[in-house]
C-alpha cells in the first residue's frame, strides 16, 4: 500500500520527465508526413487522415467490442507467460540439474516461429479465444522463464555468505537481497515479454479469429484501407505505450529506487 501510495504521490513528476519521449514522437509523426508527402494516400496516409480513422473507430461501439476483445487475450496470454513462466524460471534457477535440462527445450521455444505455433494452435484447439491466448502465451513464455532463470542464477555467492555471516532474518534477505537482483532481470523481462505479445495477438487473431483488431485489420486489407488499417495498429502501439508507461515503469523505478 506505502509502494502504491509513493506511485501516485511521484506520478506527476514522472509524466514531467517524459518529455524526451514526446519530442521523439512528434519527430516520428514528422518522418511520416514526410513519407506521405512522396508516396501518397494508398502506400502511406498523413497522420491526420489516419488520426480521422481513428476517431472514427474509437467512436463506433462494435469497434470498441473488438478492442476490448484483443486487449483482453494479449493480457491473458501475457499474464498467464508471467505467471508460469516466473515461477518455472526461479524454481529452474534454484536448482543447477534443472537449469541445464530447461536449455534445450527453451532454445526450442525461441527458435519455434510464431506462425508456426498459430497453425499448430489452430489444429489444436480450432478457431477461436484458446488458439489467440495459447499464441501469446507460448510465444511470451521464454522470454519470462529466462529473465526468471538468470535472475535466480546470478545471485552473488559472496553476498549470501555475508549475509550468512551477519545472521540476518530471512525476511531482510528476500526483500534487501534476493528480490532486488531477481527483479532486475525478471522485468525487462516482463516488457520484453508485453510487446511480444501485442504483437503475436494481433497475427492470430488475423488468421485464427472472426472478431478483434486482427480480424478488422484483414477486412482493412482486403478493402485497401490504408488508413484504417494504420488506425488499427496505431491503437495497439497506443493501449501497449500506455500500459508499459503508466503502469510498469513507474512501479520498476520504484522497485529499483535502491539502485541509486
Given at each position: 500500500m506505502k509502494l502504491f501510495i509513493k506511485i501516485l504521490k511521484d506520478f506527476p513528476s514522472y509524466l514531467w520527465g517524459g518529455w524526451g519521449s514526446v519530442a521523439s514522437i512528434f519527430l516520428f509523426f514528422a518522418l511520416w508526413d514526410f513519407g506521405h508527402q512522396i508516396y501518397g494516400d494508398l502506400i502511406l496516409p498523413s497522420p491526420k487522415e489516419t488520426f480521422i480513422a481513428l476517431s472514427?473507430?474509437?467512436?463506433?461501439?462494435?469497434?470498441?467490442?473488438?478492442?476490448?476483445i484483443t486487449i483482453k487475450?494479449?493480457?491473458?496470454?501475457?499474464?498467464?507467460?508471467?505467471?508460469?513462466?516466473?515461477?518455472?524460471?526461479?524454481?529452474?534457477?534454484?536448482?543447477?540439474?534443472?537449469?541445464?535440462?530447461?536449455?534445450?527445450?527453451?532454445?526450442?521455444?525461441?527458435?519455434m516461429p510464431p506462425i508456426a505455433w498459430i497453425v499448430l494452435a489452430m489444429i489444436w484447439f480450432g478457431m477461436g479465444d484458446t488458439t489467440v491466448i495459447f499464441t501469446v502465451f507460448i510465444a511470451s513464455?521464454?522470454?519470462?522463464?529466462?529473465?526468471a532463470l538468470q535472475g535466480t542464477r546470478t545471485i552473488e555467492g559472496d553476498l549470501k555468505q555475508m549475509t550468512d555471516s551477519f545472521h540476518l532474518p530471512f525476511s531482510m534477505k528476500l526483500f534487501d537481497l534476493y528480490l532486488p537482483h531477481i527483479f532486475s532481470y525478471i522485468f525487462p523481462a516482463y516488457i520484453s515479454a508485453l510487446g511480444m505479445s501485442w504483437k503475436i495477438v494481433i497475427m492470430a487473431e488475423l488468421l485464427a479469429t472472426s472478431d478483434g483488431l486482427g480480424s478488422?485489420?484483414?477486412?482493412?486489407r482486403s478493402q485497401l484501407e490504408t488508413s484504417t488499417a494504420l488506425a488499427i495498429v496505431s491503437i495497439m502501439i497506443g493501449s501497449l505505450l500506455l500500459i508499459e508507461y503508466l503502469i510498469l515503469e513507474p512501479i520498476k523505478k520504484e522497485i529499483e529506487a535502491w539502485r541509486n
Open positions: 472514427t473507430i474509437l467512436s463506433d461501439s462494435s469497434m470498441q467490442k473488438e478492442i476490448f487475450r494479449a493480457i491473458f496470454g501475457f499474464g498467464l507467460a508471467v505467471l508460469v513462466g516466473s515461477i518455472l524460471g526461479l524454481l529452474a534457477g534454484l536448482f543447477t540439474t534443472a537449469s541445464i535440462m530447461s536449455r534445450p527445450i527453451v532454445t526450442i521455444l525461441f527458435g513464455f521464454p522470454i519470462v522463464f529466462i529473465g478488422a485489420l484483414a477486412i482493412a
